[in-house]
């Protein structure tokens, strides 16, 4: 409501199609902590609502009088529950249910109990739903691309009403807007592995590794694509000590002595992994050694700690961690 | 794909301008004479323990959007006054007391206010609330039995649990309860059961966890899920290696912990995050070489079976959680984090914030505060001997009171409430 609105409104008590409801107070005992200084209009609106939930009164008024109550505290829950019993009740339109919505998410989106309802009516429409539900998501993801309930919705939509048809291009869309965007990156992967229309992770896997490896080369900073990478891998490691190209892309980026911690963080769970290394890669970490550090006898994942532990010094003791556990396992 | 000279992204410039802010912080406290310096590390207790209380008595009309959260706000404010190693006066604990006996619901369960339906959430608030004050009163007002009853009806088949009749399934909601349960002495099999499987299914291939299957690994959701796997006795289960490769990388150069990858720093993942860390620090699976299980995160047979010869004692886990200790130094950096707590979110007339620029509230006050015990008693071996003063950030003086990682109570409190309901029937 709008400062318009608001001047205009009229108090429950002088509306005559409430004049038979008795509203009920707040009981919030004698001295309550933590008391809120409610408005004369919310307290009124909580009271008129208490009156109706009390009685369980699922009418017209009734779901009109919840519509005010939400727009004053969009958390409470109890008043969205009370709604989506009117809402059977009644009967009413669910597809005028997903407009008021979505007026009303533009401002509020931030709020676990738009979200949940949002998916208890698009769950009654049915498969009909699916395109509406993924244009509200991706208008969301518009205004912000990491949004955690609307990727949630957009996944739940996908999974219970369908839609994944043009999803693989959604997520290429907004990695190329923004290439570090972790939230499309993990939605990939979710695709990627449960798309009916693609063939599965196996499948798909060597199209993967190019796609992200080239992410890679553009930003070897960026952690999403490394994570990614090793996501394409999770459940065989031997094809990941396997493969070479990315043994190749790690010596690659190791070699232009920038930004390479994450390269060597990868060489280091291959290593663990009982990969076997080349002399190339070899000697392009001991070029990443300070002159003054360890013994060139250690074993190669024992370099690669040190050095971590020196040019990640955030993470010093994670890497100590990991060199300590070395020998437990024997690599 | 282009190169890195083309057009920075959202991503890249939003953290370049909170980068900014930050260092500027670090460069305007490295710069200053050693007396001002003082100032600034100083925890600032009197001030925040003002806001707080403040707080506590009365709020105005913009806390109108937290109507249905005030358990929520009982918890941020008594749990922070206690980190402070402060207490309420009887009268307004007397309060407390029976304000949130207003809002427990008759059929079991605390609500976001009087009169409204039980949620799991504003339960674990009021329960932790009651614990935080203590004593025979706050403790005796809990309706165990109901309160049983509520969680059972909140169970989904699937093993997760719904915030409240009909509502949303999440990781959030299986912690909350499983949390309240086992605190109160009524965790059971029924309860337990397929939890396990659920929180799994929420492991991402990032290593951390989702709030749901499928969704982006999150420090919230991580939190919650590794606490409960913890106390339902089925940790291994995770890929614990995995998961401590994603949440060292959450602290970036900000000194202070983000949420998920390539988001912004936080205060609130202070704790969240944090606590992750000191969490792993007690699990003894996380030094099993998983080396060898390539095809499958499950240990089968490693899920609680029903049976009573293999009766699991739940309300010991978080009892006995405390003794084991499985790595002496945190993996995280502790004074780098209680850097960014004193210096960016600290403000210096009371509260936290998120991060330069934004406003102080009670959540980011509370899980600053319990962030920074975490980081102060990081290497501490048991939480019997006080932190050495080189564990400390700033002036010894802003030592704060130790936490129970799985609960997020403070020690004592913990304790004192282990012992109430450990001689109160199922």
């Known amino acids: 409501m709008d400062s318009d609105e608001e001047e205009q409104r009229i108090p429950l008590s002088q509306r005559p199609e409430w004049s038979d409801v008795i509203p009920v107070q707040q009981d919030d005992g004698p001295n309550p902590v933590v008391p809120i200084a409610y408005k004369e209009d919310f307290r009124e609106t909580m009271d008129y609502f208490r009156a109706v939930y009390i009685s369980d009164e699922r009418s017209p008024r009734s779901l009109r009088l919840t519509a005010e109550a939400i727009h004053f505290n969009p958390g409470n829950y109890t008043v969205w529950h009370f709604r989506r019993l009117i809402l059977e009740a009644l009967n009413c339109s669910l597809h005028d249910e997903l407009d008021y919505i979505e007026r009303f998410a533009k401002s509020n989106s931030k709020n676990y109990q738009i979200w949940h309802h949002r998916r208890w009516v698009a769950e009654k429409l049915g498969t009909d739903a699916a395109t509406k539900e993924l244009e509200f998501t991706k208008k969301i993801l518009s205004i912000d691309a990491k949004h955690y309930h609307a990727w949630s919705h957009r996944q739940w939509v996908l999974q219970a009403l369908g839609g994944w048809e043009g999803e693989l291009d959604y997520c290429q869309q907004l990695l190329e807007d923004d290439i570090f965007n972790n939230s499309a990156w993990n939605q990939r992967h979710f695709v990627i592995t449960r798309s009916p229309f693609l063939g599965g992770l196996e499948a798909m896997r060597e199209f993967e590794v190019s796609y992200t490896i080239k992410a890679i080369r553009a930003n070897p900073e960026n952690e999403s694509p490394w994570r990614y990478l090793r996501g394409l891998y999770q459940h065989d490691t031997e094809a990941l000590i396997s493969s070479l190209q990315i043994p190749s892309l790690c010596v690659e980026v190791l070699s232009a002595k920038n930004n390479f911690i994450f390269a060597l963080s990868l060489i280091l769970d291959l290593l663990c992994h009982g990969f076997n290394p080349s002399e190339e890669m070899k000697n392009a970490v001991q070029v990443l050694k300070n002159s003054d550090s360890q013994p060139s006898d250690l074993s190669l994942a024992d370099t690669i700690c040190g050095i971590l532990e020196s040019v990640d010094p955030m993470r010093k003791n994670y890497w100590a961690w990991r060199k300590q556990r070395l020998a437990a396992q024997g690599t | ?426």
């Open chain 2, 1 to 426: 794909m282009e190169s890195t000279s083309s057009r920075a992204t959202a991503t890249q410039r939003e953290q370049w301008m909170v980068e900014g802010q930050v260092f500027r912080i670090y460069e305007l406290f490295g710069s200053i004479p050693r007396n001002a310096q003082t100032q600034l590390l100083e925890l600032q207790r009197d001030n925040h323990i003002e806001y707080l209380t403040k707080g506590l008595r009365q709020l105005g009309p913009s806390f109108t959007v937290l109507d249905a959260n005030r358990p929520w706000l009982c918890y941020w404010i008594l749990h922070s006054i206690a980190l402070l190693g402060d207490a309420l006066d009887d009268e307004l604990e007397d309060n407390v007391i029976d304000f949130l006996g207003c809002c427990q619901d008759v059929n079991g369960g605390y609500g976001g206010g009087p009169g409204q339906m039980p949620h799991l959430a504003t339960t674990y608030a009021a329960i932790n609330s009651l614990i935080t004050l203590g004593g025979d009163r706050s403790l005796s007002s809990i309706n165990r039995h109901n309160l049983h009853t509520f969680l059972l009806r909140m169970k989904d088949r699937n093993g997760g649990f719904r915030m409240h009749d009909a509502g949303e399934m999440d990781v959030r909601a299986c912690y909350t309860a499983i949390s309240v349960a086992s605190v109160l002495n009524i965790l059971d099999y029924e309860l337990v059961k397929d939890v396990g499987n659920y929180i799994l299914s929420c492991q991402t291939y990032e290593g951390g966890i989702a709030g749901e299957p499928g969704s982006e690994a999150h420090g919230g959701y991580t939190f919650c899920g590794l606490a409960t796997m913890i106390l339902i006795g089925e940790v291994g289960r995770l890929d614990l290696h995995r998961l401590v490769n994603w949440v060292v990388f959450r602290q970036g150069v900000e000194c202070g912990l983000q949420g998920r990858t390539n988001k912004l720093v936080d205060a609130c993942y202070s704790f969240w995050q944090g606590a992750v860390f000191a969490l792993l620090q007690r699990v003894h699976e996380i030094n099993d070489d998983k080396k060898n299980h390539t095809t499958s995160n499950l240990f089968e047979g490693e899920a609680i079976k029903e049976d009573s010869s293999h009766l699991v004692e739940y309300h010991e886990i978080g009892f006995n959680f405390l003794e084991g200790c499985a790595m002496e130094e945190p993996l995280f950096h502790s004074m780098a984090l209680q850097q960014y707590i004193l210096l960016c979110s600290q403000l210096q007339e009371g509260g936290f914030r998120d991060k330069p620029g934004k406003q102080r509230d009670y959540y980011h006050t509370c899980y600053a505060l319990s962030g920074l015990s975490v980081a102060q008693y990081s290497s501490s071996k048991d939480f019997d001997s006080p932190p050495l003063h080189s564990a400390l950030f700033g002036p010894y003086s802003n030592l704060v009171e130790p936490i129970h990682p799985i609960f997020n109570v403070v020690l004592d409190r913990y304790q004192e409430a282990h012992e109430f309901f450990s001689g109160l029937p199922h």
